[in-house]
């Protein structure tokens, strides 16, 4: 079952645990759906050190999977989805800067680096 919106602020961390919330439930799909979220949402705040072609760097990749055992970073479901959720991520953003709302002028601004990464060659 996905989460269907899993980022940051559905995520709780407390010492020795982390919860995820706001589960929408109901719909089956490849686990990359959720993590690709997820690691787009933290590439966007915390990426900037990634290399050309990835959005986060080895160190922080091996750190997530190292803690997250269903599916490995090699999993073809999440390769394939980050491009498709910076995409759709991107396109929810309203086209001209003027018609942002502070928190989508912060999430283009977080945006861009991983856009330049990920389809600049």
Do not use: C
């Not at 940051?8 to 919860?19: F, T, Y």
């Amino acid at each position: 079952m996905t989460h269907g919106d899993l980022h940051l602020r559905n995520i709780v961390i407390a010492p020795g645990s982390v919860s995820g919330i706001d589960f929408a439930g109901g719909n089956s799909a490849p686990v990359g759906h959720d993590l690709s979220r997820l690691l787009v949402d933290y590439a966007t705040l915390f990426g900037a050190d990634a290399p050309k072609g990835v959005i986060l760097s080895a160190d922080t990749n091996a750190g997530f999977f190292e803690g997250y055992d269903l599916v490995g970073p090699d999993d073809p479901s999440v390769g394939f989805l980050i491009p498709m959720r910076i995409l759709t991520d991107w396109i929810a953003l309203p086209a001209r800067p003027q018609d942002r709302r502070p928190a989508q002028k912060r999430r283009m601004q977080g945006l861009k680096p991983l856009i330049d990464r990920v389809f600049d060659e």
